[in-house]
Each structure stands twice: as structure tokens, then as C-alpha cells.
């Protein structure tokens, strides 16, 4: 069935460093792929998506770009800041429906 | 109104009790989803209703795992006859389920922590 496997984390980064969180995928068909953020004490929310190969989302600074032909959408940021400290989870949803697979989960710690 | 909420936000429950997780979409929304996650992984679909209809419950882990939505807005999960494997996050989301074809965005309630001694 559709997977999708993300980098074990924690990631530990210092403030204004480079981020990638790795993200690879299986899936039949076309899937539309996303980032999840969970803040402490907070819900899941959408940090970014893309719906088809070669789009690329963007929000908050971040960015994944939807590569069909290394089936991938890792997760870029050129200057992570304390406040995005949080797990991420790297999920992907077959056309036609909302049902989501999520990867595991990698949790970023910035330090100042 | 206000995002999707969930209650009770805690629950511990002795093996073999039943219990039962409600969950608040976001009002109007079509869509409503539940899904299991355990400690350190990504959650994990468990069933899907379109207004009052289950549509997909494919990811329900046994028949002790009953979901329903009868009016087609609050939602409850019910676990009978818990066994320490249930010992999980449940989260509740919903999506507007307007837009056929394309990914309705899905809005998460904070979720209801079991655990099951």
C-alpha cells in the first residue's frame, strides 16, 4: 500500500541554520503531498502542500518541491529560527480522496 | 466558528472498560475524519464520514472500534473492551469537502490521549 518515510529525527540545529527534513514516498497514481507541523501543546496543522510533480509549496519560509522522478518532497529552510522548533510529519493523499498517510514524524530543535 | 475540538482531553480507563471520544468539527464542514496516533509516530487513518455516512472505515484496527456521526456533525468514537494496545493519541479533523477532485484541507482537533492501564 502507499507509505511514506521520512529522517528519523531529532534534528538539532543552531538559529539562522540550513534545514532539509528527507521525505520519500510510495504510492500508486498521482498523490498530493504535504507538511504537517505540530507545535508543543498544539494541534497538527498544514505548513505547506503540493498537489502535482514539479509544484513547489511554500509558506512561512519553508519550501518542498513535488519531484515525481525520485518520488521525494523534503522539507528546506535557509534560516530556521528558535519558534520552529516542532515535529514535522511529511504525509500524501491519493487523488480523489482526503484520506491522509502520514510518515513518521521528525521532531527540529533550533537553539539560540 | 471556532476550530475542531475534542473531549474529553484525557482519558485513563482500566482494561476491559469501554469509552467513548467525542469530537466538534468545525461547523459546516462535510468531512470528518479520525485517526489513531501511538507514541512517536505518525497518526494513522481510522475511518471517514461524509455528512452522516461512513464512507471508509477501513482503517478501524477491530470491531471493538465503532465510529458514528448520526447527524452529520458531532462525531464519537467508541472503543469497547479496551485492551493497553489502545493506549494512543486520537485526533478528530474535518475539511469543508466542498471542492470534488482536489485535496479538501483538513483542520485537526488537539486531540484525546487514552491510556488504557
Known amino acids: 500500500g502507499d507509505s511514506v518515510t521520512q529522517m528519523e529525527g531529532p534534528v538539532t540545529l543552531s538559529e539562522e541554520a540550513f534545514l532539509t527534513i528527507n521525505c520519500t514516498y510510495t504510492a500508486t497514481g498521482y498523490p498530493s503531498l504535504f507538511w504537517y507541523v505540530q507545535y508543543p501543546g498544539e494541534g497538527l496543522q498544514l505548513l505547506l502542500k503540493?498537489?502535482?510533480?514539479?509544484d513547489k509549496g511554500s509558506n512561512k519560509g519553508f519550501e518542498a518541491t513535488y519531484r515525481k522522478e525520485t518520488t521525494s518532497f523534503h522539507l528546506e529552510k535557509g534560516s530556521v529560527q528558535v519558534s520552529d522548533s516542532a515535529v514535522y510529519f511529511c504525509a500524501l493523499s491519493e487523488r480523489n480522496t482526503d484520506k491522509l498517510i502520514f510518515g513518521t514524524g521528525t521532531r527540529l530543535q533550533v537553539f539560540p | 466558528g471556532a476550530g475542531v475540538s475534542q473531549s474529553p482531553r484525557y482519558k485513563v480507563a482500566k482494561r476491559g472498560q469501554d469509552v467513548a471520544l467525542r469530537c466538534d468539527p468545525i461547523?459546516?464542514?462535510?468531512?470528518l475524519f479520525w485517526y489513531q496516533q501511538a507514541l512517536g509516530q505518525g497518526p494513522e487513518f481510522l475511518t471517514y464520514f461524509q455528512n452522516e455516512a461512513q464512507l471508509d472505515k477501513s482503517g478501524l484496527p477491530s470491531d471493538r472500534f465503532f465510529a458514528e456521526r448520526p447527524e452529520g456533525s458531532v462525531s464519537t468514537l467508541k472503543i469497547q473492551r479496551t485492551q493497553q494496545e489502545d493506549s494512543a493519541v486520537y485526533l478528530c479533523?474535518?475539511?469543508?469537502?466542498?471542492?470534488?477532485?482536489?485535496?479538501?484541507?483538513?483542520?485537526f482537533g488537539p486531540g484525546t490521549r487514552l491510556t488504557v492501564l
Open positions: 479533523a474535518s475539511s469543508s469537502g466542498l471542492l470534488a477532485g482536489a485535496y479538501n484541507e483538513q483542520f
Open positions: 503540493a498537489t502535482k510533480a514539479d
Open positions: 461547523s459546516g464542514h462535510v468531512s
